[in-house]
Structure formats: C-alpha cells, structure tokens
C-alpha cells in the first residue's frame, strides 16, 4: 500500500488554502520588474507597518538568541481590551489561533458550522480534525444567522462567523449578532473572527469584548496582520473565558510567537495615531475603488473591510489580464465564486493603477 494512503483520509481531502499570488512570483512569471507590480490580493496595509512597530523589530533583533517572552504583549492587550491574560491566546497569525480551538473541540463524530462564502480557513481547520463542516446557505452573500441556527445538531461543538466577513465584506450588525449568540446552546463554541473589525465606522462598532462576561461559549479572535501591518510577522491572538483560553494553551506551541513579532505587535498596538492614518486611508480609498468600479458597470458587494469584491463576465479571464499589466487581485472561484474577483484598498496610486488596468481588461 502506497505510503500516502498511510494517512487520514480526512486529511487527504482537504485541498490546501491558495494565497494570493506572490509579487515575486508574478515577476518570474510575466518578466515585470517587482517594483512595477501593484499587489491588491491580500488585504494586506498598503502603509506598511507603523513607525514604532519598526523601531520595535529592529530592537528586538538584539534578543534573538534568547526563546520569546510574550508577557508584554499581553500586558499590552490586557491594558487595550480590559482582560485579563489568563483569558487571551497567542497565535502565529488569527489562522493560528483558529487551527487552536477546532483541535481543541473538534473530532470525528463531531461537525462545524460556518456561512456559505466565509473564510476558507473555516472548512480548512474543520476538516483537518476530522469533524463535519457544514456550510449554511448565504443571505446576500453574508451570514445567514437563522440558518445557522436551526442548522446546528447534537455533534455541533462550534460555530464560525467572521464580522466583517472575508472575502465578501459583509457585515451582522451587532444587535442582531448578540441575539444570536444568546440563542446558541452553552455546550456549543461560537468564534467570533474579527480580523477586520479596526476597519468599520465608529458608528457601527461594538465593543464585543464586553459580551465575555455573559457569553462564557465565546471566542473572539484578532490580528495585527490587517491594520497594523504586521501579515508578514504572523501575530494573532484570542481572547475567552479563563476555561477556554487555559485548553487552548494547552494544545498551543510553545513560543508560537517569535521576539520580533511579539516587540513589533506591542508597539504597534500603541501607535494610535499610524491606525487612525491607516483607516481614513481606507475609507477614501474606497470611495475611490467604489466610484471608479461604478463607472465600468461592475457590481460590487458593499464591503465593511479593507477590500471590494466585485463582479465581471470572465473573472478568470480579466484576472489574465490583469496580471499581464502587473496587478495582482484575487480570483474567487475557490470560495465558489467563479465571477467574481476581490480587490484590496491601496494608495490613491495604486487604486488608479488598478482601475485603468481593469478598464482595459474588461
């Protein structure tokens, strides 16, 4: 018997997570210099990191001979969100911490839920455990929550809901989130992804934080990787019930988070004024992006992060297209979303470049 069919069938199944398309590898591919490429794929900060978060890294390369220390960021965390460190996981990106709690509650025998068009790492960390992942049909391309929660079974032990939802932007607004949670049996696990939750208006936000003390079922999971731009220095965390947080450590590794993640994460959480930047950057880059998408005819979704997904006849062709001119966007056929392509907020220069090169892909 070959030695590949030695290993668990459920694992053989699962079809790896795609990632954008390195900048790197498109100037290997189409013969463009990397300086010329404009990289919209991965939701990634078009600021770069904060000021302070580079001074941070740089000292850290001093201690890089000594394993991590996370007590600051924690302290630091603490300090931001008002909980305690006994209730918050570390994790080498969000991913990370979401692989943490499904191997903590999941097993053959048991299943998953998450929304149609969520995040692929849902299905991902689902079935790497051997559980059922089961996707509930999208209401306009967002959380379903009613159907999530009559779809939820005696073998349920988790639900996954990404607010705002990546890759299609939509947003639950809270009232109607917290009426769902409440309704969610207590033996069920309910993560609460907010990877871009810095990027919505302070009218709609909520401090979700405040629900732990009620909800002691509840994980809410962030990134430094978005906002603070940090992606390439993989910095996450979780923040729970003391119960929770504690299985989770336990089945976490140690010093998932490397000296230079964990300096450049702490002073990036103390860098108000590179977030503040970051998000006004955003939102008239996507006036921008919403505006210039308009006036090709292409239909977008409305989006509460820091990217549009939109709508063309051939996306995989006008994707070829796209690349040839040195932009990189990110095709959806994987998410089952075969016309449509997402586009991350850039600079007011790497807006226009992308939407003249769509212009002339269409």
Request: aromatic share 8%; hydrophobic share 45%; net charge neutral.
């Amino acid at each position: 018997m070959a030695l590949h069919e030695q290993s668990l069938p459920y694992v053989r199944a699962i079809s790896p997570y795609q990632p954008g398309k390195p900048m790197t590898q498109l100037a290997r591919e189409m013969g463009i210099a990397v300086e010329q490429i404009v990289k919209l794929a991965s939701n990634e900060n078009p600021l770069g990191m904060s000021p302070k978060a580079r001074a941070a890294a740089e000292q850290a390369m001093a201690t890089l001979a000594r394993y991590p220390d996370d007590f600051v960021l924690k302290q630091a965390l603490a300090e931001r969100t008002g909980i305690g460190i006994e209730r918050m996981v570390l994790g080498n990106g969000s991913n990370d911490v979401l692989d943490l709690i499904a191997r903590v509650f999941l097993a053959p025998g048991r299943s998953a839920i998450f929304a149609q068009y969520a995040f692929a790492v849902y299905p991902l960390a689902t079935l790497s455990t051997g559980a059922e992942a089961i996707a509930v049909a999208a209401s306009d391309y967002g959380h379903h929550l009613a159907a999530m929660r009559a779809a939820i079974r005696p073998d349920t032990r988790l639900i996954w809901i990404a607010n705002p939802n990546n890759p299609t932007g939509t947003f639950v607004p809270y009232p109607d989130l917290r009426d769902f949670l409440a309704s969610v049996p207590p033996e069920v696990v309910v993560v609460l992804d907010e990877a871009y939750n810095e990027y919505l208006s302070p009218s709609e936000r909520v401090d979700t934080t405040d629900w732990l003390a009620d909800l002691p079922n509840l994980v809410i999971t962030r990134t430094f990787s978005k906002i603070y731009g940090l992606a390439g220095l993989r910095v996450g965390y979780a923040l729970t019930s003391a119960e929770l947080a504690d299985l989770m450590n336990r089945v976490r590794q140690p010093f998932n988070c490397n000296n230079i993640a964990l300096a450049a994460a702490a002073a990036a959480l103390d860098d108000d004024e590179f977030v503040a930047r970051s998000y006004a950057l955003n939102r008239t880059g996507m006036e921008q992006i919403v505006g210039g998408l308009k006036r090709l005819g292409c239909r977008r979704l409305p989006s509460h992060g820091n990217f549009v997904t939109f709508r063309v006849a051939d996306a995989a062709l006008v994707n070829q297209r796209l690349l040839k001119q040195g932009v990189i966007v990110r095709p959806l056929a994987a998410y089952a979303m075969p016309e449509w392509l997402r586009v991350t907020i850039g600079t007011e220069g790497e807006n226009a470049r992308f939407l003249a090169a769509l212009a002339g892909s269409l």
